[in-house]
């Protein structure tokens, strides 16, 4: 019987062996990382949750557990989501005293204090986000720089919208929009209600 022989330029030397056969084992573990595999994966990926709508949101003012501190109240906005699916919110809500009847801003808005980084919050049906409110005693201004006046309640934009909801707060604020009087965390995952 003649030996078969192998066209010259056709032999692995036996060195490479070993990383020929490390180079096909490797074929079945990265098969579907191209494009079309990832766009395939993404398609059957639940869609993120879409961002919560004034519309879709219950806003209240709900005592903070520590309650207060030298010359500041501290209080919690809650965003219950009272809408029919699940909704995200991220950021700070944008908070102003408001007066009169037309509802006109009184004073400067909240400033916005840390976190630096936000974290993103998802809303099932009825599970609240809260961020915490600081108000300044308006007695503890001076009279001059802030032009007392009384206030209705608080206009609040929850994070990225551009709608607002009125939530009632009587009492008296600093019109002067030098300091502001205000301030507010980023939103926060709370306790639902009850």
Do not use: K, W
């Not at 001059?144 to 707060?169: E, I, K, N, W």
């Amino acid at each position: 019987m003649a030996a078969i022989r192998e066209p010259v330029g056709m032999r692995l030397p036996h060195a490479l062996l070993p990383a020929v056969a490390a180079l096909v084992a490797a074929v079945p573990a990265t098969a579907g990382q191209g494009p079309a595999a990832r766009a395939a994966r993404a398609a059957r990926a639940p869609a993120p949750a879409p961002r919560c709508r004034t519309a879709e949101l219950a806003v209240a003012l709900v005592r903070s557990p520590g309650g207060g501190a030298a010359g500041s109240v501290y209080q919690e906005l809650a965003f219950t989501n009272r809408g029919r699916g699940t909704c995200a919110l991220i950021g700070h809500p944008g908070v102003s005293f408001v007066a009169g009847g037309d509802g006109h801003r009184v004073g400067a808005a909240a400033r916005r204090v840390a976190p630096p980084r936000p974290a993103r919050v998802v809303l099932a049906r009825r599970a609240r986000a809260i961020a915490t409110l600081r108000i300044a005693r308006t007695a503890d201004f001076p009279p001059s720089d802030c032009r007392p006046r009384r206030v209705r309640g608080l206009r609040v934009y929850p994070p990225g919208a551009t709608a607002a909801a009125f939530v009632r707060r009587p009492g008296t604020a600093c019109s002067s929009r030098a300091d502001a009087q205000l301030s507010v965390t980023a939103v926060r995952a709370g306790r639902p209600p009850g």
